[in-house]
């Protein structure tokens, strides 16, 4: 089957760094996505990780290792808008007839604390 | 650029009654669209997904159905609601092959009484 399983609360101060971790069991997967959402909004796309390693979108980094069968969302200079909840989701491969869709975790709800 | 729309925003209907929700693409051709729900405080369920017109694909067995009458409009549909699918629906859509990047509309929050 599939999982991902995430930190359902992390609680953070205005300028700091938070790292929420993804760690998943699926039998093979494109990649690594990570999405946010503000309270009573809609998910908005964050990063995509295709390739072990780390990608960089200005004060967010995002973490794949395929063979830790985990990955993570760096969040850096924590500000108040930050507060959030923070999805990871895969794309498995050969997943019924919903071969490359995405499978949600339940998602982390930052709080960031002035 | 591109866009989703969705409507309405937010809807109260009783158990039993129908339901149609609607969301609609711009500024892309031939998208991925998808339905998801969302109970509170928890991650997103995917209902259904579509390729292609008429093309509906179907994730979880319910009471709901979708359709694709035209390549950027998807419709969500039920004939008798229930008090369980109350909760948050989004419709998204993505580009052909990049399903990983999936861009959501508004969103509808539903209470069904």
């Known amino acids: 089957g599939q999982s991902l399983e995430q930190p359902s609360e992390v609680t953070a101060v205005e300028g700091a760094i938070v790292q929420i971790n993804c760690t998943y069991q699926?039998?093979?997967?494109?990649?690594l996505s990570w999405y946010q959402q503000h309270d009573g909004g809609a998910p908005t796309f964050l990063s995509y990780?295709?390739?072990?390693g780390l990608e960089e979108t200005g004060r967010f980094s995002s973490f794949l290792s395929r063979s830790d069968s985990y990955g993570y969302l760096l969040l850096q200079e924590l500000q108040m808008k930050d507060s959030a909840s923070y999805f990871c989701?895969?794309?498995?491969?050969?997943?019924?007839?919903?071969?490359?869709?995405?499978?949600f975790g339940k998602g982390t709800k930052l709080s960031v604390k002035p | 650029s591109q866009t989703i729309h969705q409507w309405p925003a937010t809807l109260v209907q009783p158990v039993g009654s129908p339901l149609s929700l609607e969301c609609t693409v711009e500024?892309?051709?031939?998208?991925?669209l998808y339905w998801y729900r969302q109970a509170a405080g928890r991650g997103l369920q995917l209902l259904f997904y579509?390729?292609?017109?008429?093309?509906i694909s179907s994730e979880v067995p319910q009471n709901l159905s979708a359709s694709r009458p035209q390549d950027r409009q998807f419709i969500l549909s039920s004939k008798k609601l229930l008090l369980s699918d109350s909760g948050f629906y989004l419709c998204?859509?993505?580009?052909?092959?990049?399903?990983?990047?999936?861009?959501f509309g508004p969103g509808t929050r539903l209470t069904v009484t």
């Open positions: 500024g892309t051709s031939n998208p991925n």
């Open positions: 990780n295709a390739l072990d």
């Open positions: 998204a859509f993505s580009g052909t092959g990049s399903s990983y990047e999936q861009y």
């Open positions: 699926t039998s093979g997967f494109y990649g």
């Open positions: 989701a895969v794309r498995p491969k050969n997943y019924g007839g919903s071969q490359g869709n995405l499978i």
């Open positions: 579509s390729v292609g017109i008429g093309q």
